[in-house]
């Protein structure tokens, strides 16, 4: 059994099975490494037996609705339905064909995970991010628990697109923009178009933020929208491409901000050290890398163990 193996992927990986077995047919090589398979996890038989009952259930119109595809010709054969229904397992909406409830993605440290809704809208989840999906006729929500993610929402106007982060919500109709959650509010950045942002609840109107702009919306005090240049969005958002771009930020940010997305952590060994000024584009997954280029453009030593990377004046 792999510790690393979440339920999702177990769900995935069984309908992979059938989807195997319908179009191979059931050869005693192919039993023989299914049932290899199955006593690798206690989980897997499980997920295998509903994976198999999801065939019963699944119809032309309810996989069209989920895949955000036209429905299949009548003529549609039940080996190419179970190939569509692969690609929604791996998309993430097994989970809703199977058991009707409304799908939920994760990432985990240092994973960024593209998404592509059922309306044609596409997320991308940066690291340690979790979002629950729920898609209606009257509007699509988007439940962020935890961490940030960014949209790029196809255009509907009879169908809202609503983030939801704790009780900040961000609403858009057709528009780029991303979210980021934090304990005491969110960061929204919107990098085409325009969305709506308030707090749940709160005395305050709602806010507009348009391309270009960025705001931190919290219960604490009123949002306000602040202009940013274009670069600087496009910046904060380098890590959809696995990087992070500095431009001045202090040391002490730039170490948090890879703390992010690796085990072995960045530590700072004075505050004075951590108030220097970086700059560049680095890959976000080798902080050792960046702790090398710290060294020579601040003159710091740094320590590199297999725990930590210390950086010192």
């Known amino acids: 059994m792999s510790e690393a193996e979440s339920a999702e992927q177990i769900d995935e990986a069984a ?3 059938v989807a195997r077995l319908d179009r191979e047919g059931r050869s005693p090589e192919t039993e023989a490494a299914l049932e290899a398979w199955l006593a690798g996890d206690a989980r897997r038989r499980g997920a295998f037996l509903r994976a198999e009952a999801l065939w019963t259930r699944l119809d032309r ?12 010709p009548a003529s549609v054969s039940r080996r190419v339905v179970l ?23 994760d990432t985990t440290l240092g994973e960024t995970r ?12 940066n690291t340690q991010s979790r979002a629950a999906v729920s898609m209606t006729n009257a509007v699509r929500r988007v439940r962020l628990t935890a961490g940030e993610a960014w949209f790029d929402v196809e255009k509907n106007p009879s169908r809202p697109f609503v983030v939801e982060a704790d009780r900040v919500r961000v609403q858009a109709v057709g ?8 304990d005491n509010g969110a960061d929204v950045s919107v990098t085409e178009g325009a969305v709506e942002a308030w707090v ?10 348009e391309a270009g702009e960025k705001a931190f919306v919290s219960e604490a005090e009123p949002a306000r929208a602040r202009p940013a240049r274009d670069t600087d969005i496009e910046r904060k958002l380098a890590w959809r491409a696995g990087k992070i771009d500095l431009n001045g930020e202090t040391l002490a940010d730039a170490v948090a ?33 960046f702790a090398r280029a710290v060294a020579v453009s601040l003159n710091a030593t740094v320590q590199i163990s297999a725990d930590e990377i210390s950086i010192a004046d």
């Open 15 to 17: 309908f992979a099975w």
């Open 83 to 105: 190939a569509a229904g692969s690609a929604v397992a791996a998309s993430g909406l097994f989970a809703w064909l199977i058991f009707g409830r409304e799908p939920s993605f």
């Open 61 to 72: 119109a309810s996989l069209a609705s989920a895949y955000a595809h036209a429905a299949p």
């Open 114 to 125: 593209s998404v592509p809704l059922a309306d044609g809208s596409e997320m991308v989840m």
């Open 257 to 289: 901000e890879f703390n992010r997305y690796n085990e072995r952590k960045l530590k700072l060994a004075s505050a004075s050290l951590g108030r220097r000024r970086m700059y560049g584009l680095f890959r976000a997954h080798d902080p050792e890398g």
């Open 200 to 209: 749940e609840g709160a005395a305050e109107p709602h806010l507009r933020i």
């Open 175 to 182: 528009t780029a923009f991303s979210v980021r959650r934090f």
